[in-house]
């Protein structure tokens, strides 16, 4: 049973860069994809980055696509997403998830909130002046 607790979320000015960490434990992160799901109010969760826990292939919603960057420090048992040029629309709480899942993040792989078994209680971000 895998335990993810999310940290680093935070009031950021637009333009500005946040990193968010997931720490996880009760399991290696070699059997499982994990990724980061955003809500903002009143809409629903959507996933943003995900990242394979085996061999660290990576997969991005469009609107995050080079300002969102997912890693993994598989020493650590932890996950990173590193955010810059944040923007108003940007703000949620973010929530680390995982999956079984071993291999790679191959085009058919197709993440989805309702088919993760594993979910952090969300670290919160705003972006605003």
């Known amino acids: 049973q895998l335990q993810l607790v999310e940290s680093g979320g935070g009031l950021v000015q637009p333009g500005g860069s946040l990193r968010l960490s997931c720490a996880v434990s009760?399991?290696?992160?070699?059997?499982?994809?994990l990724g980061w799901f955003r809500q903002a109010p009143g809409q629903e969760r959507e996933g943003v980055a995900f990242?394979?826990?085996?061999?660290?292939?990576?997969k991005y919603e469009g609107s995050v696509k080079g300002r969102y960057r997912i890693s993994r420090d598989n020493t650590k048992n932890t996950v990173y997403l590193q955010m810059i040029n944040l923007k108003p629309e940007d703000t949620g709480v973010y929530y680390c998830?995982?999956?079984?899942?071993?291999?790679?993040?191959?085009?058919?792989?197709?993440?989805?909130?309702?088919?993760?078994?594993?979910w952090g209680k969300g670290t919160l971000v705003i972006v605003s002046s």
């Open positions: 998830a995982a999956e079984e899942r071993r291999g790679p993040l191959n085009a058919f792989y197709e993440p989805s909130a309702s088919g993760m078994a594993y």
């Open positions: 009760g399991s290696t992160l070699d059997d499982y994809a």
């Open positions: 990242i394979s826990g085996s061999d660290g292939g990576t």
